[in-house]
Nanobody, 124 residues
Framework: QLQLVESGGGAVQPGGSLRLSCAGS????????IGWFRQAPGKEREGVVC????????YYVDSVKGRFTVSRDNAKNTVYLQMSSLKLEDTAVYYC?????????????????WGQGTQVTVSS
């Protein structure tokens, strides 16, 4: 059974940092393009960052550039999202998603597998 499990969410003050993890089971994440999405209350789910399965090129939405970093650890079958300089508007449920294709596309329906989400709350 192919499964994605996110972890690492929590509450943090503005300017703080968190590292989210997306662990795969039942398949090797290094062969999949992985996207991180987030959904704030009352808003649509939006793409935040993507790392492709080809050359691991990364793509970031403008609002997180310079603050968020995505990386792979193939030995642990895990993709990480390092979030720094967090802002109030980063508060959301964060999801990782996977697709067995080699390029990134910022469309939720493009991805076949989804984790359950992890809550990130930025509050003073």
């Amino acid at each position: 059974q192919l499964q994605l499990v996110e972890s690492g969410g929590g509450a943090v003050q503005p300017g703080g940092s968190l590292r989210l993890s997306c662990a795969g089971s039942g398949f090797s994440l290094n062969y999949y393009t992985i996207g991180w999405f987030r959904q704030a209350p009352g808003k649509e789910r939006e793409g935040v960052v993507c790392i492709n399965s080809g050359d691991s090129s990364t793509y970031y939405v403008d609002s997180v550039k310079g603050r968020f970093t995505v990386s792979r650890d193939n030995a642990k079958n895990t993709v990480y999202l390092q979030m720094s300089s967090l802002k109030l508007e980063d508060t959301a449920v964060y999801y990782c998603a996977a697709v067995d294709y080699y390029y990134c596309l910022n469309v939720t329906t493009y991805f076949d597998y989804w984790g359950q989400g992890t809550q990130v709350t930025v509050s003073s």
